[in-house]
Structures are given as C-alpha cells and as structure tokens.
C-alpha cells in the first residue's frame, strides 16, 4: 500500500516564476492538507482540501492556492514567487471520518527560489 | 489549539529509555496531547496520541499527568534510528474535519552510540 506520494522531490525556480506541487494521498484517504516547513522551523499549514473544496486556511497570501481532483489527489500552486517561498512543502492526507485524526504525511518537495 | 512548550535538544545514550517532557498548560479539557517525530529529510510521523489516560504502542509510550498541563513522551529503549525532532501537540480531536496540526519547533532528540 503506497503512502502519500509528492512530485517533484526537489525544484529551482526563479523569482516571480510559478510553480505546482502535486501530491496522491494514501489509499482510502479523502483529506488533503498542505504544510510550509522552512528551514530549522515546524511544518506552517497552508490549507486543507475535502470534496474538492478549500476548507480551511492558514496565514498565507492569496499567491498560495490548491485544488484537489475527484480522486482526491491534490495540487499546490504558488505564483509570482519570493524568495521566501523556498521551503520544504509537504502533503499530508488523512481520512475525514477518522477516530484518530492521524495525518500521513509524504516525503515533500523541497522548492529552492532564487 | 493550546501552546506546546519543549526543550529544543536532548541527548540519549542508545539502548536508553528517552523520556521527551512537553508543557501545556492551558489545555482544554476536550484536546488530545499528539506527538509527531521528524527524522532528518523525512515528512513527520505519527507517534502517539492520548487525552487523559497514559497510552503505550509499538513505539512509545506517553504519560499524561493528572491535570493535564504536561506530558513525557517515552522511548523505552533508543536506537540511533530514533534521532529526530520531536513535536508536542495539543489540538481537539474532530477527527478529519479540522484536524490541522500546530507545530512548534519541538526537541531535537540526539541518540549516542
């Protein structure tokens, strides 16, 4: 049984470019959450997905934004990046009607910005 | 969701039990005390979760003190594998709905051969 999957494990963008992190969640799992982890810092929640709907947000800027597909894979995308957009970015899924509230989280993407 | 508060390093000589302390003082009575660990480059991994009672697992054990203001997450016998950051937190337990996790910046647990 595969965990969550994150693509691409590590990206370069340049300032003001765009990019989109893509992640499957673990088999059964119909919630997706999306964490910022900068250097030498806990993981910062950006948004969480369920039935293909935003619904809930961290502090983050509008240039953060997600979607998440009927087979409830999700993307994350950033626009006009900043340098402090470089970070570890991880996926975590989990299943909406758990008793346990257990996130699974998958390796990250690690995006440098320069 | 109440603040965790850890000490940022430990060190434990392998085959030692690691006992990893975390205060939460201002927790509610209907929040869940979750320990996630961090190996280096590696996504967070689940550990353990418990309310009120001491809970043990494959993994580790937690003890929960009576008025829930702090807990000690425990590794009963280190292993070099289990260098890691270790994050405390406190959240209400509404199962997938709101289930977003506040890190801090946890303990880093070093493991001695």
């Known amino acids: 049984d595969a965990g969550v999957t994150q693509s691409p494990t590590h990206l370069i963008k340049t300032r003001g470019q765009q990019v989109t992190l893509r992640c499957s969640p673990k088999?059964?799992?119909?919630?997706v959450s999306w964490y910022q982890q900068a250097l030498g810092q806990g993981p910062q929640f950006i948004f969480q997905?369920?039935?293909?709907?935003?619904?809930q947000r961290g502090n983050f800027p509008d240039r953060f934004s997600g979607h998440q597909f009927p087979n409830y894979s999700s993307e994350l995308n950033v626009n006009a990046l900043l340098l402090g957009d470089s970070a570890l970015y991880l996926c975590?899924?989990?299943?909406?009607?758990?008793?346990?509230?257990?996130?699974?989280f998958g390796e990250g993407s690690r995006l440098t910005v320069l | 969701d109440a603040k965790t508060t850890q000490p940022p390093s430990m060190d434990c000589a392998e085959g030692r039990a690691a006992n990893l302390p975390c205060n939460h003082s201002?927790?509610?009575?209907?929040?869940?005390v979750y320990w996630y660990r961090q190996i280096h480059s590696q996504g967070p991994q689940y550990i353990i979760h418990?309310?009120?009672n001491n809970e043990t697992n494959e993994m580790a054990s937690l003890i929960i003190t009576e008025d829930r203001k702090s807990s000690t997450l425990i590794l009963p016998h280190a292993t070099l594998r289990d260098t890691a950051v270790y994050y405390c937190i406190v959240r209400g337990n509404y199962g997938g709905a709101t289930n977003k996790l506040i890190f801090g910046t946890g303990t880093l647990l070093a493991v001695q051969p």
């Open positions: 201002t927790i509610s009575g209907n929040e869940y």
């Open positions: 088999s059964g799992h119909d919630t």
């Open positions: 418990g309310l009120k």
């Open positions: 997905y369920y039935e293909e709907e935003e619904r």
């Open positions: 975590a899924s989990s299943r909406l009607r758990a008793s346990t509230g257990e996130l699974f």
